[in-house]
């Protein structure tokens, strides 16, 4: 009998005991494959967005670092205008696309923002056609494109900086006609994650595409997407 006892298997309540300390254990690691996972659904976002905004900010630097100082054209007599417009929540300019981000040459650009009831998020856009000498206005718009600059954004203010030494201050519209700001800054606010403030000093392009001549008739593949 004592060496019948001794070879018993577990009671039923043993059991019992080591299925339930075996589902919580299951349970605690399941809950922290989740979080794992979460954690790592997260960082990947992030990293996603970070990519997109440096991106951006790399493509923007570009096309904005090489404003092209043409006039708009004019009445004889008429004081000298450059083609270019600059507000608090948008810009429009005549640049050069550079050739990296497919066929480059004289663009009209128009940075704006579009807004989240436009059948997305807000996010900053960037339209842009071929420049055709002498058509002034807005883009064409069957030979305007479009892309995504950086999306989501909540606020986008752009600032402007004159170039003359007796006006450094900066403004939320340009109010010079005659010429280009010394300085473009481009501020998001209001994002999932923060960014800091790009600023672009404007070196006006130069040379025969810049100041004279037509434009490139076919369109890039610009990024970011």
């Known amino acids: 009998m004592n060496t019948f006892r001794r070879r018993r298997g577990f009671t039923l309540v043993e059991v019992l005991i080591a299925t339930s300390l075996l589902a919580l254990v299951l349970l605690g690691m399941l809950t922290a494959m989740r979080a794992f996972a979460r954690s790592e659904a997260r960082i990947d976002e992030r990293i996603r967005i970070d990519e997109d905004l440096r991106v951006a900010d ?66 900053l856009m960037l339209d842009f056609a071929p420049y055709i000498a002498g058509a002034d206005g807005p883009l064409d718009a069957a030979a305007v494109q479009s892309r995504v600059m950086v999306a989501p954004v909540g606020t986008v203010r752009l600032r402007y900086q004159d170039n003359l030494k007796s006006g450094e201050q900066w403004h939320d519209a340009w109010p010079h006609a005659d010429r280009l700001p010394h300085r473009i800054a481009l501020d998001y606010s209001g994002m999932p994650h923060p960014w800091p403030e790009m600023v672009v000093g404007v070196v006006p392009a130069s040379g025969p595409l810049a100041l004279g001549g037509g434009g490139i008739t076919s369109g890039p593949t610009v990024g970011p997407r």
């Not at 493509?59 to 708009?72: D, E, H, M, N, Q």
């Not at 810009?91 to 807004?115: C, D, E, K, N, T």
């Open 58 to 123: 790399r493509f923007l630097r570009g096309v904005l670092a090489s404003i092209s100082p043409r006039t708009r054209p004019e009445a004889a007599g008429a004081p000298r205008q450059i083609d270019f417009s600059g507000a608090a929540d948008q810009l429009s300019w005549i640049g050069v696309m550079p050739a990296r981000h497919g066929a480059g040459g004289l663009y009209r650009f128009h940075l704006h923002v579009r807004p989240a009831d436009s059948g997305g998020p807000a996010a």
